[in-house]
């Protein structure tokens, strides 16, 4: 999506920046671990694919993506592709409410921390509640969504503390549905939690 392919988002640990071609070839090593296929039902693809996959991130009207960077590490080094640790993501939707005859705009979101080293210290926490936060400012979103693998008990206790609540399972798949629809109560909840900067971003932090 053309939304963000020139800000960048500035939290107290992360920045999230837009998915970048000079971005690709790390994201690819990352997909390449079995683990991290398991955790976000990916394929691994071939480095060209991975470029084309990032080309539809950037122009899909229906697709979202910020990659994460510790501001710890960037401070460090000033090194943005060193300073790169997972990525969030949304898609995006229209599902038909035929009991009350209207449409409503859902956002799946998905957040991967790839670099063990940082899990744990609350960067996936604060990386979604920075993406959730911008999206219901810039987006007509009525509801946001997420799957979750059944074993993946760390992801379905986080969403569960950002007011997620389970509303089906998918044995088939062994996947988790939790939602949340966007309220004022909720997003005065989400004002709370984290502060953030928009900048812009020119291909560089």
Known sequence: MKLNENIKIIGSNV???????KHVEKYHKWMKNPELQELTASEPLTIEEEYQM????RNDDDKLTFLVVSRQIFSDTQDEIESLVGDTNLFLRID??????KEIRVAEAEIMIAETAFRGQRL?????????????KHLPIDKFEVKIGFDNVKSINMFGKMKFVESYR??????????????KDWISWLDKQVQLTVEQYKNHL
């Open 124 to 136: 996936g926490w604060e990386a979604m509640l920075l993406l959730l936060k911008y999206v219901q």
């Open 15 to 21: 920045i999230l920046v837009p998915y970048e071609e």
């Open 96 to 101: 038909e409410d035929e009991e009350n005859n």
């Open 170 to 183: 998918t044995d088939v798949f062994k996947e988790v549905t939790m939602e949340r629809p966007v309220t």
């Open 54 to 57: 990032q080309a539809t991130w």
